[in-house]
């Protein structure tokens, strides 16, 4: 039993639901277009490289196949991405849902914040954070005149504090947590739902990458199963391992001087 009813309507059923994911050619976004797949819905992916989704839907039944379209679509292509949503309308007739997942990750640290790295930290913005904002541009005044509507943003924990060795990773997530809370307060209204997907560690290509010790670590599918089970409770912010995930929203709250402490403490551990 439920405290609280639910920020965004539940989704009670994915048969014949019309779900646009950008950024599903690997990890998260790639789980996610399987799992919602075995649940009957019509997808719409896209990514910057679609043979790992061609691939994909050469094994599926023909009448999987029918349900599932692929397009090639790099999220900082404002023009790009307002051109498949016309398409995708005109169609489908209507959009559900659409869940940004495209991302990428930058170790940025202080002793590399120079000039030379500009342009490094300028392309993770232009994904993390700009991507999203060309996503909503695009896509809100198709949900306003259909008169509803879903985006979901996958962002992260990271994004819950500061941290070391992502100056550019985990600001850009920061900044995409801020944007969903503006426009869920100023999209509900509206009828158009906002969520915000925070996941901890998944084990994935960005992941792989990271170089540090990463407690609670998942997998993929089970990633995209948190996130099916929170869009059907009509969660605002769907967020993963909650053992995990719990533990650093409490640190949110702690006075700077004692959070910096526990971090440097964390980190000598690992």
């Not at 609280?4 to 646009?20: A, E, L, S």
């Not at 896209?46 to 009448?63: A, E, F, M, V, Y």
């Not at 540090?212 to 769907?238: N, V």
């Amino acid at each position: 039993m439920r405290l609280f009813p639910p920020m965004n309507p539940p989704i009670n059923h994915w048969q014949d639901q019309r779900v646009w994911i950008i950024g599903a050619t690997r990890g998260i976004g790639a789980a996610l277009a399987r799992e919602l797949a075995s649940c009957g819905a019509q997808l719409q992916l896209s990514g910057r490289q679609c043979q790992p989704l061609d691939d994909w839907l050469d094994q599926q039944s023909p009448s999987q196949r029918q349900r599932i379209r692929i397009s090639r679509l790099d999220i900082r292509d404002e023009m790009a991405i307002r051109r498949d949503a016309e398409a995708l309308m005109e169609y489908w007739g209507s959009i559900d849902l659409v869940i940004v997942a495209a991302g990428i990750y930058d170790g940025q640290s202080a002793a590399h914040l120079d000039l030379d790295h500009l342009p490094l930290l300028a392309d993770t913005l232009a994904t993390n954070l700009m991507g999203p904002y060309r996503v909503a541009a695009a896509l809100l005044p198709l949900l306003r005149q259909q008169g509803r509507g879903h985006l979901a943003f996958i962002s992260s924990v990271a994004g819950y504090n500061g941290l070391p060795q992502a100056l550019a990773y985990a600001p850009s997530k920061a900044a995409l947590n801020n944007l969903c809370e503006g426009l869920y307060l100023e999209l509900r209204p509206q009828r158009i739902a906002i969520t915000r997907i925070c996941p901890g560690f998944v084990a994935t290509d960005m992941t792989a990458s990271v170089g540090i010790r990463m407690p609670a670590l998942m997998q993929p599918h089970e990633a995209a199963r948190a996130i099916r089970k929170g869009l059907e409770h009509g969660d605002f912010e769907i967020h993963f391992p909650h053992h995990f995930t719990y533990g650093l929203k409490f640190l949110q709250w702690l006075p700077r001087r004692l959070y910096f402490r526990l971090l440097n403490w964390a980190i000598s551990r690992g």
